[in-house]
């Protein structure tokens, strides 16, 4: 997997500069080739069996950028790539380009708007292969195989080749402008029969610009020139960042790890710091925060051990307070018998009461009579 990611990043390089080169000519491509002297990556495998292997996976990568949906230069640059590819190889037979059959309508059809471009260096370079046969020609575009199940994985290709998908261009094709320049034409000639000077129509037919398809397509051109230098923009800026992470690569070590400290951090702090909702059977075994005296944001939860010694010391006090209360009863139920018999009068009192408070006995005894008097008749 190794050789294969190094040989992909060596064909993106070689395309990459081709395509900042805004040319198709096969010259400037075969100038780039050389410069990297790209001819040499055969010359590392020694085995005829590893320069098979990796021959037939270097002739699928690039094949891979000569289909849609990537742009017509790299597609072309791809195209060179191949014929290269396959020229220098080091394998006797040589290995082949593998087609499937699907894939065939859609390279005739870049073979035709090639010839249609006048490019024709490139449709040259595609004739020259088919008469080398160099390509094997498929029913599936990849291998299979009986009863075997094979896991395929696919290797993600440059972003930056893609041709820019967007729906104006896709609405408007030049098939498109070339009908509507046509019944513009005819809509002109039509308004000139009907006006009163043949040669040219009545200001009152006039309801459409003449100019109208011709501003259609230079707007559309604008959009495309704008898409494309949007594009170039965001690619060098992404260069640049690579540059400079490179460049300073212990400080961006350091500074992972201090981003890492400093998110650990505050995944403790945010826990230690949150208070959990407990459910309604439950609210009375949740944990409480209580602000410290400092004024600090962090709050002091409170430790199961002085719980449970509060709750030690609040039985306590309950019990004394129970002892207390049993103390105090028998004492007022003392007093309130005390308070409902009637006055024992001693026998000093008596004699007291004799020598000189003799009304003060009559005072008390005359009450009480009374009061027997009437529970008497009651019972009866």
């Not at 690039?62 to 590819?85: D, E, K, M, N, S």
């Not at 004699?351 to 008497?376: A, Y």
Request: hydrophobic fraction near 35%; charged fraction near 30%; proline fraction near 3%.
């Amino acid at each position: 997997m190794s050789c294969v990611s190094g040989l992909q990043t060596d064909c993106e390089a070689l395309l990459g500069s081709f395509q900042e080169t805004d040319n198709v000519r096969f010259e400037v491509f075969a100038g780039l080739w050389r410069d990297r002297r790209f001819h040499t990556i055969f010359h590392g495998q020694t085995r005829p069996l590893e320069k098979n292997k990796f021959t037939q996976k270097a002739l699928d990568l690039a094949w891979r950028y000569f289909l849609p949906p990537y742009t017509f230069q790299i597609r072309v640059g791809a195209l060179y790539l191949l014929y290269g590819l396959y020229s220098t190889q080091l394998c006797k037979p040589k290995q082949k380009i593998r087609i499937a059959l699907k894939e065939w309508l859609e390279v005739q059809r870049f073979q035709q708007d090639l010839i249609n471009a006048q490019h024709y260096d490139a449709a040259y370079i595609f004739r020259k292969l088919r008469l080398d046969k160099a390509f094997h020609f498929t029913a599936m575009p990849r291998l299979l195989s009986f009863r075997t199940k094979k896991k395929i994985r696919e290797t993600q290709l440059k972003e930056e080749f893609r041709e820019l998908s967007n729906r104006v261009s896709r609405l408007i094709t030049n098939d498109v402008l070339e009908e509507m320049m046509n019944v513009h034409d005819h809509y002109q000639k039509m308004k000139c029969l009907i006006s009163t000077d043949k040669s040219q129509p009545d200001k009152a037919l006039s309801l459409i610009k003449d100019e109208f398809v011709i501003n259609i397509k230079n707007a559309i051109l604008e959009y495309q020139q704008w898409q494309q230098n949007k594009m170039k923009s965001s690619s060098k800026a992404k260069d640049s960042e690579e540059m400079t992470d490179k460049k300073g690569g212990g400080t961006s070590q350091d500074s992972e790890g201090s981003e890492r400290a400093n998110a650990l951090a505050k995944i403790k702090y945010k826990s230690y710091n949150a208070v959990a909702v407990a459910s309604k059977s439950r609210r009375h075994r949740q944990v409480k925060l209580e602000s410290s005296e400092s004024g600090s944001d962090q709050g002091k939860m409170k430790s199961p051990r002085c719980k449970r010694s509060r709750e030690r010391s609040q039985v306590t006090q309950k019990g004394n307070s129970l002892e207390t209360k049993d103390r105090i009863q028998p004492i007022k139920k003392e007093v309130v018998t005390q308070n409902r018999r009637m006055p024992v009068i001693t026998e000093e009192e008596n004699s007291s009461e004799e020598g000189g408070n003799g009304g003060q006995f009559f005072f008390w005894i005359i009450p009480v009579v009374n009061r027997l008097v009437t529970d008497k008749y009651a019972i009866n």
